[in-house]
């Protein structure tokens, strides 16, 4: 199985500085059709997960132009460019390129200073 | 608008079974291949399974196989998943979200006790 790490697992983060969020894979996530599914997921308090950014740098209808992920291979990274109030929350990465299983990361739970 | 609507979990003895079912409405159903995801109490997300979009072709998590079974009602419009020998480990929310992840229900909780 692929494994997800992240880090940190837990970012405090002053209002309007930026953060970032690693989420390093077990092998490379680039598919033999030649994408990479690599997904971005928040989850706000109480709340379902939300869908951020998909392969790996593409954002979601609706999400702040703050929120942007990068990276490639083994190796992605989400950035928030400020934090506001309402990013709290727990973000999760997910592999979608060697299934079964889909396989998450930890969770990094992002609070504000 | 998608929505997506988890109904069926509750409290549950070990051994037991119960089933989920997720109402879709908004979108096209059988267009979508879809997955129901957990989440125990306090912890992080764990993917279960996932349904193609014929109906018939079926993945698990390995934590879950031969315990659980993941089916689709296209004319119903509707996600199901039977839960069979229970155990308390199987204690979560559970979310069905529609691939590739981007709309989820507001998840169903269901608890197993010993």
């Known amino acids: 199985d692929v494994v997800m790490t992240q880090s940190p697992l837990s970012l405090p983060v002053t209002l309007g500085q930026p953060a970032s969020i690693s989420c390093r894979s077990s092998?490379?996530?680039?598919?033999?059709?030649?994408?990479?599914?690599l997904i971005w997921f928040q989850q706000r308090p109480g709340q379902s997960p939300r869908r951020l950014i998909y392969?790996?740098?593409y954002r979601d209808s609706g999400v702040p132009d703050r929120f942007s992920g990068s990276g490639s291979g083994t190796d992605f990274t989400l950035k928030i460019s400020r934090v506001e109030a309402e990013d709290v929350g727990v973000y999760y990465c997910?592999?979608?390129?060697?299934?079964?299983?889909?396989?998450f990361g930890q969770g990094t739970k992002l609070e504000i200073k | 608008e998608v929505q997506l609507v988890e109904s069926g979990g509750g409290l549950v003895q070990t051994g037991g079974s119960l089933r989920l079912s997720c109402a879709a409405s908004?979108?096209?159903?059988?267009?979508?291949?879809l997955h129901w995801v957990r989440q125990a109490p306090g912890k992080g997300l764990e993917w279960v399974s996932v349904?193609?979009?014929?109906?018939?072709?079926?993945t698990y998590a390995d934590s879950v196989k031969g315990r659980f079974t993941i089916s689709r009602d296209n004319a119903k419009n509707t996600l199901y998943l039977q839960m069979n020998s229970l155990r308390v480990e199987d204690t979560a929310v559970y979310y069905c979200?529609?691939?590739?992840?981007?709309?989820w229900g507001q998840g169903t909780l269901v608890t197993v006790s010993s």
């Open positions: 979200a529609r691939d590739p992840g981007d709309y």
């Open positions: 908004g979108f096209t159903f059988s267009d979508y291949r």
């Open positions: 349904i193609e979009r014929d109906v018939t072709t079926t």
């Open positions: 092998q490379s996530l680039v598919h033999s059709d030649g994408n990479t599914y």
């Open positions: 392969s790996v740098s």
């Open positions: 997910l592999q979608g390129t060697h299934w079964p299983p889909y396989t």
